[in-house]
């Protein structure tokens, strides 16, 4: 159990992000990749939902002029923050698809500017989250029997923008507390595993795959030709048999597809050569 949680993706997710919050590694920035940006995606439009929604079905309800100004101020921020979203995903495919060098002068510009946007809009919402604990939980206003609808609905997104705020307090809780207790107790390094030297299983996949056969151990693949004297397997030292799975690397190795395959989990290089496999 805990080595599936070593190297599962949100493990390694979990602690990139806090290296690179805390400055020990000077890697890309985590939250720049289309996954992330995606849920970033499906939670502001789900907020935006939720904020229109209420607006419209609460117009009845007699609320101090804070609460409703508050949600609407909120609802404002996060399609700003949309706009902002899908500003970063242009700059994000751009530098994934590469560009020349005057371009790289126009890319860092936006960059820049995008970044510089993102501080206003955090600044904002850090502003808003605090104005927003004064005006609801207020006990002079009694905000709950007047307006329940929106009362409810600004306790959520003031809980949602809690739990968000304290996300590096809690990563630091999970990997720097939890995580080595479980790693005493079980005895295994769970921060060991979880170091990006395994390969992933889109480039494990891209690797040809063959079934063996002994009446032609001359198999040719590709411009890569198997050698005729390699005819058992260097990782569980079992000869090859027929209609074997097989796995052949970037270097010519070939090995036993189950073999192989979860060894370059471990390590992403040939087990003979030592040829890192290509990223």
Same mark, same amino acid.
């Given at each position: 159990?805990?080595?599936?949680?070593?190297?599962?993706? +949100?493990?390694?997710?979990?602690?990139?992000?806090?290296?690179?919050?805390?400055?020990?590694?000077?890697?890309? *920035?985590?939250?720049?990749?289309? =996954?992330? @940006?995606?849920?970033?995606?499906?939670?502001?439009?789900?907020?935006?939902?939720?904020?229109?929604?209420?607006?419209? !079905?609460? %117009?009845?309800?007699?609320? !101090?002029?804070?609460?409703?100004?508050?949600?609407?101020?909120?609802?404002?921020?996060?399609?700003?923050?949309?706009?902002?979203?899908?500003?970063?995903?242009?700059?994000?495919?751009?530098?994934?698809?590469?560009?020349?060098?005057?371009?790289?002068?126009?890319?860092?510009?936006?960059?820049? @500017?995008?970044? %510089?946007?993102?501080?206003? @809009?955090?600044?904002?919402?850090? $502003?808003?989250?605090?104005?927003?604990?004064?005006? !609801?939980?207020? =006990?002079?206003?009694?905000?709950?029997? %007047?307006?329940? %609808?929106?009362?409810?609905?600004? $306790?959520?997104?003031?809980?949602?923008?809690?739990?968000?705020?304290?996300?590096?307090?809690?990563?630091?809780?999970?990997?720097?507390?939890?995580?080595?207790?479980?790693?005493?107790?079980?005895?295994?390094?769970? *921060?060991?595993?979880?170091? *990006?030297?395994?390969?992933?299983?889109?480039?494990?996949?891209?690797?040809?795959?063959?079934?063996?056969?002994?009446?032609?151990?001359?198999?040719?693949?590709?411009?890569?030709?198997?050698?005729?004297? *390699?005819?058992?397997?260097?990782?569980?030292?079992?000869?090859?048999?027929?209609?074997?799975?097989?796995?052949?690397?970037?270097?010519?190795?070939?090995?036993?597809?189950?073999?192989?395959?979860? +060894?370059?989990?471990?390590?992403?290089?040939?087990?003979?050569?030592?040829?890192?496999?290509?990223?």
């Amino acid at each position: 159990m805990a080595i599936r949680i070593s190297r599962a993706r +949100w493990y390694s997710f979990a602690r990139r992000v806090f290296h690179y919050q805390n400055g020990t590694d000077s890697g890309s *920035n985590p939250f720049n990749t289309g =996954s992330w @940006m995606f849920m970033e995606l499906l939670g502001l439009v789900f907020q935006i939902v939720m904020i229109t929604y209420t607006l419209s !079905v609460s %117009k009845e309800e007699k609320t !101090v002029w804070p609460m409703r100004t508050w949600v609407t101020g909120y609802g404002v921020g996060c399609v700003l923050n949309l706009g902002l979203l899908f500003w970063r995903y242009r700059v994000f495919c751009s530098t994934q698809v590469g560009v020349e060098d005057s371009g790289n002068i126009e890319e860092s510009r936006n960059m820049q @500017m995008m970044n %510089k946007s993102r501080t206003v @809009m955090e600044l904002f919402f850090a $502003i808003w989250f605090v104005m927003g604990n004064v005006w !609801v939980f207020d =006990s002079r206003f009694g905000t709950f029997q %007047k307006a329940p %609808k929106l009362d409810v609905l600004c $306790i959520s997104l003031l809980a949602w923008n809690a739990i968000t705020y304290s996300f590096p307090f809690i990563l630091f809780l999970f990997l720097c507390c939890f995580v080595p207790l479980i790693s005493n107790l079980l005895g295994y390094n769970m *921060n060991a595993g979880s170091t *990006n030297r395994g390969a992933s299983e889109d480039q494990i996949l891209k690797l040809p795959t063959w079934k063996y056969k002994e009446i032609e151990p001359d198999l040719e693949l590709g411009k890569s030709i198997i050698d005729s004297s *390699n005819t058992e397997c260097c990782i569980c030292l079992a000869k090859y048999k027929e209609k074997e799975e097989m796995r052949q690397l970037g270097c010519s190795h070939t090995f036993h597809m189950k073999c192989v395959d979860q +060894w370059l989990k471990i390590v992403s290089c040939c087990p003979l050569c030592k040829q890192e496999l290509e990223r």
